[in-house]
């Protein structure tokens, strides 16, 4: 039962490089998502979408980009990366397709970034 | 907007004894659900409860209930019967309805004392 695989789960960048947090999951959900972890502010909504071609802003979208050809794939892109974007990501999926308040999000396991 | 608030960002609680993690949340959308989840020092997140606004009864699973207070906006998590292995970061999360977003609070790290 593989669920939501992200891909890496360690990575170490220079700042101004780019690179992709790689996000699949097998249960047909139409809502995934993307959010970051630091220190003493929780989890922090970067980009959902929910569907195939539909995606919109979170609360920190800015530095990242996503996009969601498939129900699978939700692929998370940082054009330059900064300092500042040094954190742990989490892509999460959920089967709810009447709004954020009817069904729990699954998470992958999370991936390490650090950005020297 | 939606918004989550945790008080306390850290607790200890004795093996065997109940525990109560304090949640408010404010939201403009008058369906919502709430959430709690644990993520032990390995990192994963993982889902404990629900509770969707007009359910009637606090919602319970297993060892972990929800003490949900509408009028107040409080969703507090009960944990009876601590384990050693109830160490963890907990985070309580809103989701409206009408709207494709999950907001969390800022958690809650609970150290249980053999």
């Known amino acids: 039962n593989a669920g939501v695989t992200q891909t890496p789960k360690f990575q170490v960048l220079k700042t101004g490089q780019s690179m992709t947090l790689q996000c699949a999951q097998d249960?047909?959900?139409?809502?995934m998502s993307w959010y970051r972890q630091d220190p003493g502010m929780g989890l922090r909504l970067i980009h959902y979408s929910v569907g195939a071609g539909i995606t919109d802003q979170g609360e920190v979208p800015n530095g990242y980009n996503v996009s969601r050809s498939t129900t699978e794939d939700f692929p998370l892109r940082l054009l330059s990366a900064a300092p500042s974007q040094t954190s742990v990501y989490f892509c999460a999926s959920s089967p709810t397709s009447g709004g954020a308040g009817t069904g729990e999000l699954f998470f992958g396991e999370g991936s390490r970034l650090t950005v020297l | 907007a939606q918004k989550i608030t945790q008080t306390q960002p850290g607790m200890f609680v004795q093996e065997k004894e109940a525990v109560t993690l304090d949640c408010t949340y404010d939201t403009s959308d008058p369906s919502y659900g709430l959430f709690w989840y644990k993520q032990p020092s390995s990192g994963e997140m993982i889902f404990l409860i629900y509770q969707g606004s007009y359910d009637q009864q606090n919602a319970t699973e297993g060892r972990y209930s929800l003490n949900f207070q509408k009028a107040r906006k409080s969703a507090n998590l009960v944990i009876s019967a601590s384990q050693l292995g109830d160490s963890a970061m907990y985070f309580c999360a809103v989701g409206g309805k009408g709207t494709y977003k999950y907001i969390f609070g800022t958690g809650t790290r609970l150290k249980v004392l053999a």
């Open positions: 249960m047909n959900h139409e809502y």
